[in-house]
């Protein structure tokens, strides 16, 4: 059995975060939720960082939650347990770290993300997927919903009919019908190294602007066009001047790659 459940390596501002369950196909257990957890604080705590790759080691990206513990969903005192109370805090939890991250985070979906696994790519800003992974929110047949944030995050990216299509349903699609839906970014035959081309493009721009950006837009469907209007003109004024910005600036007139504090 591997040892750490999540790996994370930082080199050149990108932190590669990878779920390290091969055998299990990476689901989702106690274990690994506590390596998401620590992954996450370590990547929000090293200013080095500037964008992080997230994706599943062997055959799979992530294939939802641990069967072992859904069997144990059959038995309703067990349903009531302490068990069950941690689960339903830790599990959707396991999807917002990434969401309140402040530099960008792209998943490269490659196998199956299905349950909780393709929950997870959603709490990232950027999904690279490959052409015949196989995403489904699955949740009902288990009688259960998508409750890692799945209701309020896949609305956003498909619209309330497919997202209510994919989850009523809990039929899997490809990768390239996910392109298709909107759910998948991009495809790539190979997603792990097309992110990481992604996610050192994104290290050469100025980390306070992919923060401002990531946040403008994370609010935009929230709030009404004047409230939005007003957050990102708070927002832009303290990135312009900033030591940053003027690195940017200078970078981009002496054709270097910016070297960023």
Known sequence: ????????????????VRLNRPEKRNALDHAMFDGIFAAADQVANDASVRVVVLSG????????????????MAGEPVAESGLFRNLRVDAPRAVRVWTEL???????????????????ALGADFRVVAPDAQLGALELRWGIIPDMCGTQ???RLVGPDQAKLLMMTARTISGEEALRIGLATQVADDPYAVAHELARELALRNPDGLAAIKRLVGIAQDLPFAEGMQ?????AGPVIGT???REAVVANLEGRPPQFS
């Open 1 to 16: 059995m591997s040892e750490a459940r999540v790996v994370v390596t930082i080199a050149d501002g990108v932190a590669d």
């Open 57 to 72: 080691v062997g055959k799979a990206f992530c294939a939802g939650l641990d069967t072992s513990l859904l069997s144990q």
């Open 102 to 120: 402040a530099v960008p985070v792209i998943a490269a979906v490659h196998g199956v993300a299905v349950g909780g696994g393709i929950q997870l």
């Open 153 to 155: 995050l896949l609305p």
């Open 231 to 235: 957050q990102e003109y708070d927002l």
């Open 243 to 245: 030591a940053n910005q």
